[in-house]
């Protein structure tokens, strides 16, 4: 079946440093991916979608200029906090979709950020 | 607007006994539902949907739910719990914005299975 790897699982980095986050589907193209927040103990909440060679569409109360997404192949997006602060610590997850036989939702097992 | 409320954020049940997580939603149209599952520590993972064919969908691990028009509810069942179906679960709504199908998630439920 459909297959994304999220990595890294876990990061920790320092205020004011920009963390990289890759989610890669490994067995088919995803034209859309989905990044997603979730909070402890609550719900995931959507943050952006991308397609494929076009730029991310934010949802509302995102800050696209904080968080950065690449959307450069059919196999690899990548989520980037910039000037992380102690507030973007959270647990991250993507999810991927395809076309055809892989149209559904493929998620990532996620990353948790931990800003210090 | 298209949207899915759990009813309960915990449910507990005893080990071998029936397992009900409530959820209805709100849709100008049929709308497509799932339900997904998260275990600690673990990735998401599709429990069932249903996307307009028959209203009671069977999914994964003994689950099964019911899409019923009437009451705009699509809950989540399972006759008999194990203490491995101690998981957060989310019922989730896919909702046409923007040019994309996105999923929108439900406030989750978290399971607890007593021995």
């Known amino acids: 079946g459909a297959v994304v790897s999220q990595h890294p699982s876990r990061v920790i980095c320092k205020s004011g440093t920009s963390v990289k986050i890759e989610c890669r589907s490994l067995d088919f193209q995803a034209t859309t991916m989905f990044w997603y927040r979730q909070f402890p103990k609550k719900s995931l909440m959507l943050m952006a979608t991308?397609?494929?060679?076009?730029?991310?569409?934010?949802e509302q109360g995102v800050e696209k200029d904080k968080f950065l997404i690449n959307h450069a192949s059919l196999t690899l997006s990548t989520l980037t906090v910039t000037s992380a602060h102690p507030e973007d610590s959270s647990f991250y997850i993507c999810?991927?979709?395809?076309?055809?036989?892989?149209?559904?939702?493929?998620f990532g097992s996620g990353t948790r950020l931990t800003v210090v | 607007a298209q949207s899915v409320t759990q009813l309960d954020s915990h449910v507990s049940v005893s080990e071998g006994t029936p397992v009900l997580l409530r959820c209805n939603y709100s849709s100008s149209y049929s709308p497509s539902l799932f339900w997904y599952v998260q275990h600690p520590n673990k990735g998401l993972q599709l429990l069932l949907k249903y996307t307009s064919a028959a209203t009671l969908v069977k999914g994964i691990n003994g689950f099964e739910a019911e899409f019923k028009k009437s009451e705009t509810s699509f809950h989540l069942t399972k006759p008999s719990a194990h203490m491995s179906d101690a998981a957060e679960y989310f019922c989730v709504v896919r909702l046409f914005s923007g040019g994309y199908n996105k999923l929108i998630f439900g406030a989750g439920t978290r399971l607890a299975v007593h021995p």
């Open positions: 999810s991927a979709s395809g076309t055809g036989v892989n149209y559904g939702y493929t």
């Open positions: 991308s397609n494929e060679g076009s730029k991310a569409t934010y």
